[in-house]
């Protein structure tokens, strides 16, 4: 999964735990992603994903620590441990708006509609992935479960790979959030 220029996140559960297939474009499943269900969550409303490979291997978690002010959401590679990514909520009247670092790559910014699922992820101006969402039927769409698919630029090593598949992860985690809060 964290090789492939272009994968597939299907969300299969959205009720209690949420729960994604991993595919490559032809629809072999390269992984599984599910939320994290720990009881202090419970009490500190924090959410968190983690993406297992095929062997059923934890090999990267996202974080949505407790935040007061901003929005702050973190990607972590497991084997060896360490941070990729990191985004943060910036005030905007109208959208959605983050800072994004990613390690490797300068001046990284989200261009796009982030809620819709159809943004590009450029570093200096120059595109480095593209989200867009797709349609998966009205019964799906009805029970808020989305897909998307990620299509990352050929030369990235593995833990771009995984810096952006955590992204998209985070703002799929981010919209869940604010439609939890408004209904």
């Known amino acids: 999964m964290l090789r ?11 009720l209690g735990r949420d729960e994604f297939a991993i595919e490559n ?26 993406v297992f490979d ?13 935040d007061f002010i901003r929005d702050t959401y973190a990607v972590h590679l497991v084997e060896p441990q360490m ?21 490797g790559f300068p001046g990284v910014e989200i261009v ?22 797709e349609y998966s039927g009205m019964g799906r769409a ?6 998307y698919r990620v299509r990352i630029q050929p030369g990235l090593d593995e833990r771009q790979h995984a810096a952006i ?5 985070a703002i799929d985690m981010r919209r869940a959030k604010m439609r939890r809060r408004s209904g």
């Open 4 to 14: 492939e220029n272009e994968i597939v996140v299907t969300q299969t559960k959205a």
């Open 25 to 50: 474009a032809h629809g072999d499943v390269l992984g599984t992603a599910r939320q994290t269900l720990k009881m202090s969550d419970l009490v500190k409303a924090s959410r968190g994903v983690e």
């Open 54 to 66: 095929t062997g059923g291997r934890h090999v990267l978690s996202i974080e949505d620590p407790v």
């Open 83 to 103: 941070q990729l990514a990191r985004l943060t909520k910036r005030f905007a009247w109208i959208g959605a708006k983050f800072d994004v670092e990613i390690a």
């Open 112 to 133: 796009g509609e982030v809620f819709q699922l159809n943004y590009t992820l450029t570093s200096q101006g120059r595109e480095i992935a593209r989200v867009d969402a």
């Open 142 to 147: 009805m029970m808020g479960k989305t897909s």
């Open 165 to 169: 598949i955590g992204i998209a992860l």
